[in-house]
Every structure is written in C-alpha cells, then in structure tokens.
C-alpha cells in the first residue's frame, strides 16, 4: 500500500521561507514522478511543480517559478519543496501526489496517490 505524508507545513510571514517535505512508502519511490499540488480557501486545487523519476527534469507554475523549487532524494524516499519569497496567495493546503512512470504531469487526474496535505499560511 502506498502512502505518501507531507510535513513542514506551518505559519510565516511575508517574505519568509519554508521547505515542504514528502515521504514516500510502500513502493520503490523511483517508480513515480511526482508533484506537488495546492488548495487555497475557496480555490480549486491547482498544480505547483512536478519532477521526473530520477529528478532530472521538472516544471514549475508560473505563479511560483523563481520561488519554489521541487526537488527530490530518492535514497531517503523524500520529494522536497522548498518555498521562499512567500506571499499571502500561496496561503493553501499542500499536497504531495505520486504518479506511474517517468513523464512529467500538471493534472491532478493523472496522479495515482495523494498525501493528506499540509496548511501553509502567510501572513502580512
């Protein structure tokens, strides 16, 4: 069975930073590409950043390129997103997703497994 949990969540302000992680188990993690995905209140969940099975190519939303990095260590089954720059609309829910094979993805439908989110909340 595969699980996948998000921690690093949690209250900042403006400007700061925060890095996201995402353990992986019950598979060999570089089985997946993987992506993380967001919530905001009263949004639709919306595509962050995803990296292939080895990490060597990833794409990022415009809205946080320059921003976020997604970044992963497959020796410790971890996907990584590290946030800086933050601003009040990155305020959202944040989700880690698995997806089968070594393509890069940006739709919520083709991701296979999800984590249970993690609240991220910048204030100003």
């Known amino acids: 069975q595969v699980q996948l949990v998000e921690s690093g969540g949690g209250l900042v302000q403006v400007g700061g930073s925060l890095r996201l992680s995402c353990v992986v188990s019950?598979?060999?993690?570089?089985?997946?590409?993987m992506g993380w995905f967001r919530q905001g209140p009263g949004k639709e969940r919306e595509f962050v950043a995803t990296i292939s099975s080895f990490g060597g190519s990833t794409i990022h939303a415009d809205s946080v390129r320059g921003r976020f990095t997604i970044s992963r260590d497959n020796a410790k089954n971890t996907l990584y997103l590290q946030m800086n720059s933050l601003e009040p609309e990155d305020t959202a829910v944040y989700y880690c997703a698995a997806a089968d094979g070594n393509y890069l993805r940006k739709k919520s439908d083709e991701y296979d497994y999800w984590g249970q989110g993690t609240q991220v909340t910048v204030s100003s």
């Open positions: 019950g598979r060999t993690f570089s089985s997946f590409a």
